[in-house]
């Protein structure tokens, strides 16, 4: 078959599937935006934490005090560093990858909100702007998760076999 | 004409729901790819490294701790007590004392009996904020203190250092006199961790140059002593605790 005429012939891509990709593709980014963000500013408005942001501590941590090891300050990259994964994941399709997917988000989400509620409950109603995106990229997530796209081409030859 | 006598075909009614899902149904060929899917995954791992950079860099080259000059460590450590910012008092104080957080704790109450003046009540109102405070919180001292932080408000006014040389000579230690400064503080127990009722602010100042007593009769001039450790000026509770001993008697 010439071409031109597999062209012709090809089986009409969806473009509504296409937006729905890129919507999810769009709100990883945010998640990730937002748990990164919430590095870099202090989660409660009062209290122990309210000056201190976690990268702060964690840079306090690197410097090496109350003798705790310097890698520990690298702690700080796990709740950012599961939503950066899920970010780099985000465009790719099949099973694999929305289990890898939902698995990452329940982490994510269950260490991000375990924490705001920990701290929480010794500074409590003094919920400040890091909680507030951590809560956010939870939801992001969450959203994301529906957007995905679980089939794969019937092809494995085809132009997007993941 | 009658509505049985139309001549053309009638396309079937199909909801546009339905319509919607028909056009998810497209066979899987039909996803689409090519190059503008390649771009989108290297756009996407792109930003991640990129945002992965945004904490790694910090993290890499870390700031140093410490300051300057004697009186600028004092300051970062008592403005640190002001903000309730954990980072800056640690990073104000000797590493070699941070570093071992039994040292430190030791040094800390050692200093902490001459900062304490023995003798003084505390106003009713302060108290009942501070009782209220350990009523709600059922855990350790220290998660009482923890929690106790959230209902203060701390504001630092018109602190004067003065420094002067070390009475033994080291040109690598330093005593920092407090000559004037005044901590207000303020206890809300708004911000406690279950609301309480009927109960005002509480709020009183604490003169930072009038001196520590002991047993509430001797007044000595407050001051720290700090190190100097590779350049940089840390504040020492160890020796300012020993400094003050013979200070006080």
């Known amino acids: 078959m010439s071409a031109p005429v597999a062209a012709a012939t090809a089986a009409p891509v969806s473009s509504t599937r296409r937006r729905r990709e890129l919507v999810g593709v769009g709100l990883w980014a945010l998640a990730a935006a937002a748990w990164v963000a919430a590095m870099l500013v202090p989660w409660f408005r009062a209290g122990v934490t309210a000056s201190t942001t976690p990268l702060e501590v964690a840079e306090l941590l690197r410097a090496g005090v109350l003798g705790v090891p310097p890698v520990a300050g690298y702690a700080v990259l796990l709740l950012p560093g599961i939503a950066l994964v899920l970010l780099g994941i985000a465009p790719l399709r099949g099973g694999g990858a929305m289990a890898a997917r939902v698995v990452l988000w329940l982490v994510g989400t269950a260490a991000g909100l375990l924490l705001v509620v920990f701290l929480s409950s010794i500074s409590a109603q003094t919920f400040g702007v890091g909680a507030a995106l951590v809560v956010a990229g939870c939801v992001l997530g969450g959203a994301a998760l529906g957007l995905a796209t679980v089939r794969v081409p019937a092809s494995p030859d085809g132009p997007d076999a993941t | ?55 790694l860099l910090p993290l890499v080259t870390v700031d140093e701790t410490g300051s300057d000059s004697p009186e600028a460590a004092v300051a970062q450590l008592v403005q640190g007590i002001a903000d309730t910012d954990v980072v800056a008092i640690i990073g104000a104080v000797d590493p070699v004392e941070t570093r071992d957080p039994d040292r430190a704790d030791a040094a800390y109450d050692r200093l902490s009996t001459r900062l304490f003046r023995r003798g003084e009540v505390a106003p009713p109102d302060v108290t009942a904020v501070l009782v209220a405070a350990e009523r709600q919180i059922s855990g350790s001292p220290d998660l009482t203190a923890v929690a106790t932080v959230a209902a203060l408000e701390l504001e630092l006014d018109g602190l004067e250092l003065r420094t002067r040389p070390d009475p033994g000579g080291a040109s690598s230690r330093a005593q920092v006199l407090i000559v004037d400064g005044e901590l207000d503080v303020v206890l ?62």
Do not use: I, N
């Not at chain 2, 709020?203 to 009769?217: H, N």
């Not at chain 2, 020796?239 to 003050?244: G, K, Q, V, Y």
């Open chain 2, 188 to 249: 809300d127990p708004a911000r406690l961790p279950d609301a309480v009722e009927g109960m005002e602010k509480a709020a009183y100042s604490v003169p930072l140059d009038e001196g520590w007593r002991r047993d509430g009769a001797v007044l000595v001039q407050p001051f720290l002593v700090t190190v100097e450790r590779d350049g940089r000026w840390y504040v020492s509770l160890e020796a300012s605790a020993d400094a003050l001993l013979p200070e006080l008697g």
């Open chain 2, 1 to 55: 004409m009658s509505q049985d006598d139309v001549d053309y075909a009638v396309p079937a009614a199909v909801p546009r729901s339905r319509r919607r899902e028909r056009a998810d149904d497209a066979p899987a060929d039909g996803l689409w790819g090519g190059r503008p899917r390649t771009w989108l995954k290297v756009g996407c791992w792109g930003l991640a490294v990129a945002l992965l950079l945004v904490l």
